[in-house]
């Protein structure tokens, strides 16, 4: 049985879904104003190895992961950039499904998309100030209470007398407690009409939290699986969700609550203020797609993931062996769920989703078909990857990716060297195809020669 660790009961428990055989997952996404960085990366592709193992086992799974497009944020950029707020979520949506499509990741099953979602965001609030949980503040703004919430802080942990004690005198006039968070900003008078709605209670915007309880509402039911995001989630937005969702419909919000880790940089937080910021595209400059994807999924989803030059070059050459061991190989992608590997693949995924240990499966595969060359150990090392979303390109082809090495030699340029080497070993100069053997050896290529001639790849 699949077991999770569940944040809200801080144990891995059983997974029994609320309707047999089916999945209902959500996920927060990103707020398009910038582009993507390696936290988002390790969203994106953590919870779509989720998917991709509850599927593999059998479930009908609803993926939904949200897009926030209006925020304060966004308001500020687009007006930086003088452009209107759509022509700027829109750009950088683009270049978010370039980045997950690079790193592999599925599509969700629905992409909602907070500005279509206002009128439910609004039905909401509606509920929420009719159960006595939202209020009109002094400024216009209508907040949620806090207190009124009992539950509040059972995601968390975090007790409601302990957040006060912390907390500093709030600037905005009209909370009824500084706790007390904002479900829909009034507008400003000079706020154009692409960033507000007509509303109850004026013209505004909805809050950010509110807008994740109304999608996921909406598109999953009031009641559902299994809720995702990045740690940094955990408190308040998550925390706030609950609030307002049981809050509004007087029932459970989700059952099992999933936060993958931190992305540290050399062992620190990643930070913009430290100059330690990475996007994925600075990222895939330098390194393979695939090779990224592995690197995050070879660390457990719990765990800090810590990104350094050295631990992507370790991943790279770690993925290198696992392709290797794929050449000259010409295998679907299948599984035998019957056979030991297999078991032990499906051991280490059922436990919360361990995939360090399943990604040592694939490498004692490996490590079996360096020996034997059996096509049945090659299809199975290929059809479990698969379920990762890995070693599912041509070997030759990974073993020859990448961006240009550090002596600048592309492709077309080292197969021109190679032929020159042939052509001097038929010649017999045998020195000069030793020369550009070392010369290429020092660009990184490895020239590996067999009864098929001479191939290379990437060291």
């Known amino acids: 049985m699949l077991k999770i660790y569940n944040s809200l009961t801080r144990s891995v428990q059983?997974?029994?879904?609320?309707?047999?055989?089916?999945?209902?997952?959500?996920?927060?996404?990103?707020?398009?104003?910038?582009?993507?960085?390696?936290?988002?990366?390790r969203v994106m592709v953590v919870f779509d190895m989720v998917t991709r193992w509850l599927r593999a086992s059998g479930y009908h799974v609803i993926y939904v992961r949200n897009i926030t497009d209006i925020d304060d944020k966004i308001i500020k950029r687009a007006a930086e950039n003088g452009e209107t707020v759509r022509a700027l979520t829109d750009r950088f949506i683009g270049f978010m499904h370039e980045d997950s499509a690079a790193l592999g990741v599925l599509p969700p099953d629905h992409e909602p998309r907070a500005t279509e979602f206002v009128p439910q965001m609004l039905d909401l609030i509606g509920r929420l100030e009719q159960n006595g949980y939202a209020y009109l503040a002094g400024n216009h703004d209508v907040c949620y209470s806090v207190r009124r919430f009992s539950g509040y802080g059972k995601l968390s942990g975090k007790a409601l007398e302990d957040l006060r004690a912390g907390e500093r005198v709030d600037v905005m006039e009209g909370k009824q407690d500084p706790l007390d968070f904002v479900l829909w900003k009034h507008a400003k008078p000079e706020e154009s009409a692409e960033v507000k709605w007509e509303s109850a209670w004026g013209s505004g915007r909805p809050g950010w939290h509110i807008e994740c309880s109304a999608m996921s509402s909406q598109l999953l039911g009031e009641h559902f699986d299994i809720h995702g995001g990045g740690q940094d989630l955990q408190f308040p937005h998550h925390e706030n969700e609950i609030a307002q969702s049981e809050g509004a419909h007087g029932k459970t919000f989700v059952?099992?609550?999933?936060?993958?880790?931190?992305?540290?940089?050399?062992?620190?937080?990643m930070s913009k203020s430290l100059g330690n910021f990475f996007t994925l595209r600075e990222i895939l400059k330098k390194y393979d797609a695939e090779v990224v994807r592995f690197f995050i999924l070879r660390a457990h989803y719990r765990s800090p993931l810590n990104y350094s030059d050295g631990h992507l070059d370790d991943a790279r050459a770690a993925l290198t062996r696992l392709?290797?061991?794929l050449k000259g190989f010409a295998v679907q992608s299948v599984v035998d769920w019957d056979e030991a590997y297999a078991c032990r693949f499906r051991n280490a995924m059922d436990d919360d989703f361990a995939t360090p240990e399943a990604v040592a499966v694939l490498f004692d595969i490996a490590n079996d078909l360096n020996r034997s060359k059996d096509a049945k150990l090659a299809a199975q090392l290929k059809g479990l990857a698969g379920v990762l979303g890995l070693l599912q390109r041509d070997p030759v082809e990974f073993l020859?990716?990448?961006?240009a090495d550090a002596a600048g030699l592309r492709t077309t340029e080292i197969d021109k060297k190679v032929g020159a080497r042939n052509m001097a070993k038929?010649?017999?100069?045998?020195?000069?195809?030793?020369?550009?053997?070392?010369?290429?050896k020092a660009a990184g290529i490895v020239l590996e020669d067999g009864p098929q001639g001479t191939t290379w790849r990437r060291g």
């Open 14 to 41: 059983d997974f029994i879904p609320i309707e047999p055989g089916k999945v209902r997952l959500y996920v927060c996404g990103m707020t398009v104003y910038d582009f993507c960085h390696l936290g988002h990366g």
């Open 255 to 269: 059952n099992y609550w999933m936060h993958n880790g931190f992305v540290r940089v050399d062992d620190e937080k």
């Open 323 to 325: 392709y290797t061991a």
């Open 400 to 403: 020859q990716a990448g961006p």
């Open 426 to 440: 038929k010649a017999k100069n045998f020195a000069e195809a030793d020369r550009i053997r070392d010369e290429l």
